[in-house]
Nanobody, 125 residues
């Protein structure tokens, strides 16, 4: 079992930056790739980014490519999502997820085994 806890969300203005963190605990000795998703009001869950266990491979949705950057610190069992140039349409609950498929950096939610509870990000105009 792996437990994931997101943090770093909040209320910001358009154009601001935020860095989300996702702390993992439990069976973190196994290599997990990590993904970031979000779900806005009345919307389906949307893939944003993913990073492989080693951190050498990343994948991004077109909607955030160039604005969001995913990184990880395996020594701290923590994954980060740096979000820049935030827009009101980025308002959503943001989730991190872990996949036992060490090199998976895709968007398929069914391939992620563990999910955090989410952190709210609100971007005002």
């Amino acid at each position: 079992q792996v437990q994931l806890v997101e943090s770093g969300g909040g209320l910001v203005q358009a154009g601001d930056s935020l860095r989300l963190s996702c702390a993992a605990s439990g069976r973190t000795s196994s290599g997990y790739s990590m993904g970031w998703f979000r779900q806005g009001p009345g919307k389906e869950r949307e893939f944003l980014a993913a990073i492989s266990w080693s951190g050498s491979n990343t994948g991004y949705a077109d909607s955030v490519k160039g604005r969001f950057i995913s990184s990880r610190d395996n020594a701290r069992n923590t994954v980060y999502l740096q979000m820049n140039s935030l827009k009101p349409e980025d308002t959503a609950v943001y989730y991190c997820a872990a996949s036992a498929r060490t090199y998976y950096i895709g968007s398929r939610t069914e391939l992620y085994d563990y999910w955090g509870q989410g952190t709210q990000v609100t971007v005002s105009s």
